[in-house]
Nanobody, 128 residues
Framework: VQLVESGGGLVQAGGSLKLSCSLSGGTLDDYAIVWFRQATPEKDREGISCIADGTSMYADSVKDRFTISRDKTKNMVLLELNNLQPEDTAVYIC???????????????????????WGYGTQVTVSP
């Protein structure tokens, strides 16, 4: 399976972006798709949203501003980012999780063992 993200860019505070995560070599039904973001290489990745059959979840930091959805016809997951703020600046990375535990955002102590594949990431930069 391969994952490719797109849609990142530079936006002013209060603006919006729509990120996409295209999956090839598999189908969305096989995985939970998780969006992470990493502000700097020194910081841990933060799980911000996840979608799987019948469920989705959001981190408190993005709840009510970001919306995740699936387009099964395109084998793609979308993440709509609204009311962006400078603290949202990060590389946004999607990952395919085998979904043994359904949707999750906290991977503490797991060494990401349930992640089948990582995407390469797309940069989102929010100016004040």
């Amino acid at each position: 399976v391969q994952l490719v993200e797109s849609g990142g860019g530079l936006v002013q505070a209060g603006g919006s972006l729509k990120l996409s995560c295209s999956l090839s070599g598999g189908t969305l039904d096989d995985y939970a798709i998780v969006w992470f973001r990493q502000a700097t290489p020194e910081k841990d990745r933060e799980g911000i949203s996840c979608i799987a059959d019948g469920t989705s979840m959001y981190a408190d930091s993005v709840k009510d501003r970001f919306t995740i959805s699936r387009d099964k016809t395109k084998n793609m997951v979308l993440l709509e980012l609204n009311n962006l703020q400078p603290e949202d600046t990060a590389v946004y990375i999607c990952a395919a999780d085998w979904g043994w535990s359904g949707c999750r955002l906290d991977y503490s102590g797991t060494y990401y063992s349930s992640i089948a594949k990582w995407g390469y990431g797309t940069q989102v930069t929010v100016s004040p």
